[in-house]
């Protein structure tokens, strides 16, 4: 079942790749939370989206809001990555994709693989340097974006239509009812 704005946000519980807990329930009692799902660790789109993710930190915290973002991978991988990058946000890996069934977040079809928009975002993310890495998630995975209040609500909801439409934070702060 996809999530609509108003609707109770699932809690869940899982650990960062820092090895601190995240519980939502614990989160939202100080701030709203938007949580980035990613496709995985390996994929230039998502690489290309943690250096625009970690460029854009301060806008989340400026607008009280806690940045969680979920890609498959390894916590031992996404550490090195981490590391290399400089990366400082908060990250979940979640190789059971516990999460991403939580929170409905599913792959496409082979058709969403061949988006234009897709195609154009990919040559972006080479062309800037993200090449791509282990192949250790689902190809097919798309993104997506929520907000959770502190009344455990979304107040924002995106679910990606194609591999490369991770919402920008501009638009996802614009839209924010938190």
């Given at each position: 079942m996809a999530y609509t704005i108003d609707t109770l946000a699932p809690d869940f519980s899982a650990t960062l790749v820092n090895g601190e807990a995240a519980q939502l329930t614990e989160m939202i009692k100080t701030q709203s939370v938007c949580v980035i799902f990613l496709r995985f660790l390996g994929c230039p789109l998502t690489r290309l989206r943690l250096a625009e993710l970690e460029k854009e930190i301060e806008k989340y915290e400026i607008n009280e809001l806690k940045l969680i973002v979920v890609f498959e991978s390894t916590v031992a991988r996404t550490e090195k990555y981490m590391t290399?990058?400089?990366?400082?946000?908060?990250?979940?890996?979640?190789?059971?994709?516990?999460?991403y069934d939580l929170f409905d977040v599913q792959p496409g079809g082979l058709k969403t693989m061949l988006n234009p928009n897709m195609l154009k975002k990919a040559g972006e993310a080479t062309i800037k340097g993200h090449m791509h890495g282990a192949f250790e998630g689902n190809e097919?995975?798309?993104?997506?974006?929520?907000?959770?209040?502190?009344?455990?609500k979304f107040s924002y909801v995106n679910y990606g239509e194609h591999p490369a439409d991770a919402v920008a934070t501009d638009s996802i702060l614009l839209n924010m009812t938190a």
């Open positions: 290399r990058k400089g990366l400082t946000m908060d990250i979940i890996v979640d190789e059971q994709r516990k999460l097919l995975q798309l993104p997506a974006a929520f907000i959770i209040n502190k009344e455990q």
